[in-house]
């Protein structure tokens, strides 16, 4: 079986997030936690590459052993993968222009193996028109700390880009008990 | 056709198409150039000719950026390559000789500058530490031209060599570097000075043996 692969951007995105996010005296501590692979590589990362994904959940690991597994944390997360929505690309930019919500939560798996190699899959249930709300699974996705907090954040981050008010993710199945569940289930609403 | 022509379901296929033809932009954006727009030429539609020639675009990029990675590979190669025989270089220039038990030599040939005296004192002062040397000989045959600056690197390695214990002889001063050298009033009074490589040799030698 292939190793699971992540493009470039989400990990130099994350590592940009955390050494932004936190004083210097923190972000270096989560540099401390990291392997020297991974920080060799992060020095040099290109965004359309792709590296193994394991990279990104040492990433997370180290925050959550630096910052604690507490709401802050998760919070992070969160904010995290909204602003790996807030693109400064022309043509992301020009997609939010077109984009409904309805037709974001049918493309979401498009945004995910743009971002991911063999592993995991987003699957969106049959939407009512006009009920403002979906469901949708992440499958596959075992052992992938944290992801599903970060992707609750993309969502919400492009969700909330849509100029759309009341903007709702919940997530079921992780846990800082069980970080990297099988599957994901999300429920999405917006008004 | 007008858009206002459009019925709801022509124009929320037409939003789709473009939302997914900007998705594929947007990887293309990020720099991923094998990304393809969908063209489905089993329905006639008007946004097919032009999606058919933006991955022929595409393509075309991405082969120029291959082409531009190999020859960037290939140039960090070279350099590589020039990097690692430059320091062979550097590492030939500064031979140091174990000419006798207690005895090193380092024979200078060329043009002395900051660099290449700084690694020849490194080298040397290792050497005397590892060997653990008492006499040192820096002969400088093969030096044409000396300049206060290379007089001043020998003084600094002298001065080294004396910290770490151990004498330190200047031989192969030539007719005319010792002219420069007196003309330019320049002081070699810290180091002994011998007149050949043999002449210091037979001098250490009957030292060691006493």
Same mark, same amino acid.
Not at chain 1, 61 to 87: H, K, P, Q
């Given at each position: 079986?292939?190793?699971? &692969?992540? *493009? $470039?951007?989400?990990? #130099?995105?994350? !590592?940009? +997030?955390? /050494?932004?996010?936190?004083?210097?005296?923190?972000?270096?501590?989560?540099?401390?936690?990291?392997?020297?692979?991974?920080?060799?590589?992060?020095?040099?990362?290109?965004?359309?590459?792709?590296?193994?994904?394991?990279?990104?959940?040492?990433?997370?690991?180290?925050?959550? &052993?630096? *910052? $604690?597994?507490?709401? #802050?944390?998760? !919070?992070? +997360?969160? /904010?995290?993968?909204?602003?790996?929505?807030?693109?400064?690309?022309?043509?992301?930019?020009?997609?939010?222009?077109?984009?409904?919500?309805?037709?974001?939560?049918?493309?979401?798996?498009?945004?995910?193996?743009?971002?991911?190699?063999?592993?995991?899959?987003?699957?969106?249930?049959?939407?009512?028109?006009?009920?403002?709300?979906?469901?949708?699974?992440? /499958?596959?996705?075992?052992?992938?700390?944290?992801?599903?907090?970060?992707?609750?954040?993309?969502?919400?981050?492009?969700?909330?880009?849509?100029?759309?008010?009341?903007?709702?993710?919940?997530?079921?199945?992780?846990?800082?008990?069980?970080?990297?569940?099988?599957?994901?289930?999300?429920?999405?609403?917006?008004? | 056709?007008?858009?206002?022509?459009?019925?709801?379901?022509?124009?929320?296929?037409?939003?789709?198409?473009?939302?997914?033809?900007?998705?594929?932009?947007?990887?293309?954006?990020?720099?991923?150039?094998?990304?393809?727009?969908?063209?489905?030429?089993?329905?006639?539609?008007?946004?097919?000719?032009?999606?058919?020639?933006?991955?022929?675009?595409?393509?075309?990029?991405?082969?120029?950026?291959?082409?531009?990675?190999?020859?960037?590979?290939?140039?960090?190669?070279?350099?590589?390559?020039?990097?690692?025989?430059?320091?062979?270089?550097?590492?030939?220039?500064?031979?140091?000789?174990?000419?006798?038990?207690?005895?090193?030599?380092?024979?200078?040939?060329?043009?002395?500058?900051?660099?290449?005296?700084?690694?020849?004192?490194?080298?040397?002062?290792?050497?005397?530490?590892?060997?653990?040397?008492?006499?040192?000989?820096?002969?400088?045959?093969?030096?044409?031209?000396?300049?206060?600056?290379?007089?001043?690197?020998?003084?600094?390695?002298?001065?080294?060599?004396?910290?770490?214990?151990?004498?330190?002889?200047?031989?192969?001063?030539?007719?005319?570097?010792?002219?420069?050298?007196?003309?330019?009033?320049?002081?070699?009074?810290?180091?002994?000075?011998?007149?050949?490589?043999?002449?210091?040799?037979?001098?250490?030698?009957?030292?060691?043996?006493?």
């Amino acid at each position: 079986m292939e190793e699971a &692969m992540i *493009r $470039g951007h989400v990990l #130099g995105h994350t !590592a940009e +997030f955390y /050494r932004s996010r936190y004083d210097q005296g923190t972000a270096a501590r989560i540099d401390g936690e990291l392997s020297i692979e991974l920080k060799l590589m992060l020095d040099s990362v290109s965004r359309a590459e792709w590296y193994p994904r394991r990279h990104l959940i040492e990433m997370l690991n180290a925050i959550t &052993m630096v *910052r $604690g597994a507490n709401e #802050g944390t998760y !919070a992070d +997360f969160v /904010r995290c993968g909204s602003t790996l929505a807030d693109t400064k690309d022309e043509f992301a930019k020009m997609l939010m222009q077109v984009m409904t919500p309805e037709l974001f939560l049918k493309k979401l798996h498009r945004f995910w193996t743009r971002d991911h190699q063999d592993s995991g899959a987003f699957e969106l249930e049959p939407v009512t028109p006009g009920d403002r709300s979906a469901r949708l699974k992440l /499958r596959s996705v075992k052992h992938y700390d944290h992801c599903a907090i970060l992707w609750m954040g993309f969502m919400q981050g492009v969700l909330g880009q849509l100029g759309l008010a009341g903007v709702s993710v919940i997530q079921q199945g992780w846990s800082w008990e069980n970080p990297g569940p099988q599957d994901i289930a999300y429920e999405v609403k917006w008004s | 056709m007008n858009v206002d022509d459009l019925t709801t379901e022509q124009l929320d296929d037409l939003r789709e198409r473009v939302v997914d033809a900007l998705i594929t932009m947007s990887e293309f954006e990020i720099g991923d150039y094998s990304t393809q727009f969908k063209v489905d030429f089993r329905k006639r539609h008007v946004l097919n000719g032009v999606f058919a020639s933006m991955n022929e675009m595409i393509a075309a990029f991405g082969a120029e950026q291959e082409q531009s990675s190999a020859f960037r590979a290939e140039l960090e190669r070279k350099l590589l390559i020039v990097e690692k025989q430059r320091a062979a270089i550097r590492e030939l220039s500064t031979p140091i000789i174990e000419l006798w038990e207690g005895v090193l030599c380092l024979p200078v040939v060329g043009i002395m500058d900051t660099a290449r005296s700084t690694e020849m004192t490194n080298s040397l002062l290792q050497a005397i530490v590892e060997k653990k040397t008492r006499y040192t000989i820096i002969d400088i045959t093969g030096i044409e031209v000396m300049d206060t600056r290379t007089v001043d690197h020998f003084m600094r390695m002298a001065k080294s060599i004396r910290l770490l214990g151990a004498e330190c002889a200047l031989t192969g001063i030539s007719p005319h570097i010792a002219q420069t050298v007196v003309h330019m009033g320049l002081e070699l009074d810290d180091v002994v000075t011998h007149r050949s490589l043999r002449d210091a040799l037979a001098y250490y030698v009957s030292r060691i043996r006493t």
